[in-house]
């Protein structure tokens, strides 16, 4: 059976870091890619970062690229997201997903909700002062 499980949301002033955590069972991390995605009240779920499977490759949406980083313990079967900088518009519940898009090319890298198999529940980050 498969599982995502996030954790590490809260509460953060502007400027704060926080460390979101998705650990996954039911398959091995080099046979998924996995995607953080985002949504705050009222607005689209949206792609914020993706490692794929296998090499471990990183990608960002441009809105967090330099103060997010993805990265995976194969070991622990979890895959991190150190969030730094975090402003209030970061606000929002916070999914990790997977999918069995693992290898691709370029730039390119699958940021829609429809190519995803697998969800968490979602955790919760709050950036307010």
């Known amino acids: 059976q498969v599982q995502l499980v996030e954790s590490g949301g809260g509460s953060v002033e502007p400027g704060g870091s926080l460390r979101l955590a998705c650990a996954v069972s039911g398959f091995t991390l080099g046979d998924y890619a996995i995607a953080w995605f985002r949504q705050a009240p009222g607005e689209e779920r949206e792609a914020v970062a993706c490692i794929s499977g296998r090499e471990g490759h990183t990608y960002y949406a441009h809105f967090v690229e330099g103060r997010f980083t993805i990265s995976r313990a194969d070991a622990e079967n979890t895959v991190y997201l150190q969030m730094d900088s975090l402003q209030p518009e970061d606000t929002a519940i916070y999914y990790c997903?997977?999918?069995?898009?693992?290898?691709?090319?370029?730039?390119?890298?699958?940021?829609?909700?429809?190519?995803?198999?697998?969800w968490g529940q979602g955790t919760q980050v709050t950036v307010s002062s």
């Open positions: 997903a997977a999918t069995s898009k693992i290898s691709y090319g370029g730039s390119w890298w699958p940021s829609s909700i429809y190519e995803y198999q697998y």
